[in-house]
């Protein structure tokens, strides 16, 4: 047999080799690091057979697919012990995740109710005794009705359920020790390598996220080869817990939840809202700059609005149940035929709360003639939409049901697309500069080839859409990984993938190329001939989720927000009451030069005001006393950084109105 190495070379190997006959093959020291094998793409057990013919990637800890792999095994082995050490429970899913992994389990017929952190810890101790056991990860391949059987005779109702709606024909499962579970795998060779597991905190999750079903116990995991990875992870996850933007949004009095309002729901305090407005005028200031035309839609659209466009259906899981008309009255909810499938709504009239901008920037473009001379046009819209996400996936900021989308929409010729996509990547960069995120990957989201019933256009669109991203990607500069399936249902996109200053990746800003909804729309104008043509639609939105966009910047400034944005810029404090008129008018100059100032008036010690201060993330403090007031000066302090000498008012306002252009690059 003949395998192909990533680099191109051929190795032969005896027919019927295995990944682990591969890698010893390379060396042997590249066999022991051996967690798994990429096989034409495809994430392989590394001691299942070859093909006689692949391309063989050696998957270690070092690449993402191993990660995987060795956190998917984790979770197996943790399901060991919990059956171990409590008989009787039931598992749902038990998958690898971004940073570790997690399992679904239902304790009711076990020996206890909930799960403590002193279980979590017996639990692990039993998980480091089963690893040293080096037991083998053995995939079997069964019927459909093997599995049925087994399952049955255990009477696990979750996995009888999964194995139901798989197709006829061979299903895996996957045996460690006396622990068998349902898997399409991979797992790595052996429990032996897990010597650093770690429990991390539990949570609640109804079976399959569905409100109506019960609620599992979901316990959250991570595990490492070596006890320094452990160490280093666990410190991170101690900073991120300190920079948690739900704990900071609540410490500095930025936006708050309310039940009555309901879950996944932010309403924004004053200084919330006002980093939220700076944000967005300073993103509207540019777009003005840019050529951009504000508009503003309302919250909700006919259902024929989003039939038309295609987000009726494909968004059909998350949206909020329609409001019905019948006879020119909205149907009650409990009416419905079918609320939240929309299964039996296509010949309903009704409204639906807007899930995307889009469809009504469409409407607007159309609503006049336009020539070739008009083009492009840009409009654009702090507009809010909605989503009905679980609640059990709801996440503070960063997952919530109503978000603002800084979304604009370019009508252009196709001749134009590229000059606008890239001004575009220019925008989202010039974003990124000022708000400090450096660190960044821009990923090419092209469609599933495999599944092109997904997407909605032709292929001669979708190739012309996708050459267009990659091609504008590249004059930018833009070092770009490609990445199917990942598109969006219209067109592909340039994702901006951005890493934190936790080490975290996060999609943020999103430009996408549409040749599809002005087809759908039947958008037009009139070229240089005189003839009717299409135009080309690109979706453009360098913060993506408002919402989600300050989630994610609370938690990389960790509340340290550059003074251009920061809710409160200066506070000046008196040293003792006597001084409150001096600190009154330099409030007052620093009001009039626009800069967002407050002063602490209050009867307590300077040392106390400066603490609250630095406590509340202030960017400048301004202490004034006997010697300030007689020199109509201030005494400078800067977030952090403690003592800056004195200057005048008037040089101080300077100072920082020259940082703030620096940053916003004016």
């Known amino acids: 047999m003949q395998i192909t190495l990533p680099d191109g070379s051929v190795r032969d190997l005896p027919d019927g080799s295995s990944g682990y006959d591969l890698a010893q093959s390379i060396s042997s020291g590249l066999a022991r690091a051996a967690l798994a094998v990429s096989v034409d793409g495809e994430v392989r057990d590394l001691h299942r057979p070859l093909p006689n013919s692949a391309t063989v990637a050696i998957l270690t800890w070092d690449t993402d697919e191993g990660k995987t792999a060795f956190w998917h095994s984790t979770a197996h082995l943790m399901a060991e012990a919990l059956e171990a050490l409590h008989p009787g429970v039931q598992f749902g899913i038990g998958p690898a995740i971004d940073n570790g992994f997690y399992y679904d389990v239902d304790l009711s017929r076990t020996d206890i109710d909930t799960l403590s952190p002193d279980d979590l810890e017996q639990i692990e101790a039993k998980m480091k005794e089963l690893a040293k056991q080096d037991n083998r990860y053995e995939r079997r391949e069964v019927s459909k009705q093997e599995a049925l059987d087994y399952f049955g005779e255990k009477d696990d109702g979750y996995k009888l359920e999964l194995i139901e709606e798989l197709e006829d024909g061979t299903i895996t499962f996957y045996q460690q020790g006396n622990f068998v579970d349902l898997c399409r795998g991979p797992h790595i060779p052996s429990t032996k390598p897990i010597k650093y597991p770690k ?30 990875m452990l160490e280093e992870h666990l410190e991170r996850l101690e900073l991120a817990r300190q920079r948690d933007h739900r704990k900071l949004g609540k410490e500095l009095g930025l936006f708050m939840f309310s039940n009555r309002v309901g879950p996944g729901l932010p309403m924004w305090l004053p200084k919330g809202a006002v980093l939220r407005e700076t944000l967005v005028d300073f993103l509207k200031d540019e777009q003005l700059r840019r050529g951009y035309e504000p508009v503003i839609t309302p919250h909700i659209g006919r259902l024929d609005l989003y039939r038309t466009s295609g987000h009726y259906p494909y968004y059909a899981d998350s949206q909020f149940p329609p409001m019905l008309e019948r006879g020119g009255a909205v149907i009650p909810h409990g009416e419905h035929p079918d609320e939240r499938s929309h299964e ?30 008009d083009l492009p046009v840009r409009l654009a819209e702090f507009g809010q939409v909605y989503r009905f996400e679980q609640s059990g996936e709801l996440g503070g900021l960063t997952r919530v049901r109503g978000f603002t ?11 134009q697309v590229k000059d606008e996509f890239k001004d575009a990547i220019d925008l989202t960069l010039l974003v990124f500069r000022a708000l400090d995120f450096h660190d960044f990957r821009a990923q090419v989201s092209l469609r599933d080839p495999s599944n092109t019933e997904k997407y909605i256009g032709d292929d001669a669109q979708w190739e012309t859409a996708q050459a267009a991203v990659r091609d504008a990607a590249a004059e930018m500069g833009l070092d770009t990984v490609e990445e199917e399936g990942e598109a969006a249902f219209y067109g592909p996109k340039l994702d901006f993938m951005v890493k934190d200053a936790l080490g975290r990746e996060w999609q943020l800003g999103t430009v996408q190329v549409d040749y599809n909804l002005p087809e759908r729309f039947d958008l037009t104008y009139i070229d240089e001939h005189d003839n009717r043509v299409r135009p080309v639609m690109i979706h453009r939105a360098p913060f993506g989720s408002l919402e989600r966009f300050i989630g994610v910047l609370i938690e990389h400034t ?23 008129d001096y600190g009154q008018s330099v409030l007052d100059q620093l009001r009039a030069a626009g800069l967002r100032a407050e002063l602490d008036d209050r009867s307590e010690k300077v040392g106390r005001k400066i603490r609250d201060a630095e406590v509340a993330k202030t960017p400048y403090m301004l202490i004034v006393g006997a010697k300030e007031q007689e020199s109509g000066s201030v005494g400078v302090r800067r977030h952090g950084e403690g003592d800056q000498g004195a200057t005048s008012t008037a040089d101080f306002v300077e100072q920082i109105q020259t940082e703030i252009n620096e940053a916003l690059g004016r």
């Open 405 to 415: 989308v800084d979304d604009a929409h370019i009508f252009c010729t196709p001749e």
């Open 558 to 580: 960790g509340g340290d927000f550059p003074v251009w944005l920061a809710p409160t810029q200066i506070k000046v404090l008196p040293v003792s009451d006597a001084f409150n």
């Open 199 to 228: 429990l991390l905190n539990i949570a609640g999750a109804y079976w399959r996220g569905d409100e109506t079903r019960p609620q599992l116990t979901r316990i959250y995991g991570v595990s490492f080869p070596k006890l320094s």
């Open 344 to 373: 039996g709504h296509e010949d309903e009239q009704g409204y639906l709360l807007k899930p995307m901008n889009c469809p009504h920037h469409t409407q607007i473009y159309d609503h006049a003639p336009r020539s070739y001379r």
